[in-house]
């Protein structure tokens, strides 16, 4: 049974090197194309969102006047 542990941790450690290569792969994919494009479409968002509240804003301003008026 130990010779099997001992085999294991064999192959575990063969492929380690592999493992955290491919691992820095994917972390160099996100931050170089994953997290920019997050960051366009968030920013777009936001800017659309605070167009749609300064235009709700406008709609309440414009009603609360109306009222007034009667």
Request: cysteine-free; proline content about 3%.
């Amino acid at each position: 049974m130990r010779d099997f542990g001992r085999k294991v941790e064999d192959k575990f450690n063969e492929a380690r090197p592999r493992v955290e290569q491919e691992l820095n792969r994917v972390i160099a994919y996100l931050n170089d194309e994953v997290v920019p494009e997050v960051r366009q479409g968030s920013s777009r968002a936001l800017r659309a969102a605070a167009t749609q509240l300064a235009k709700l804003a406008e709609h309440l301003d414009s009603g609360s006047n109306r009222a007034g008026d009667r």
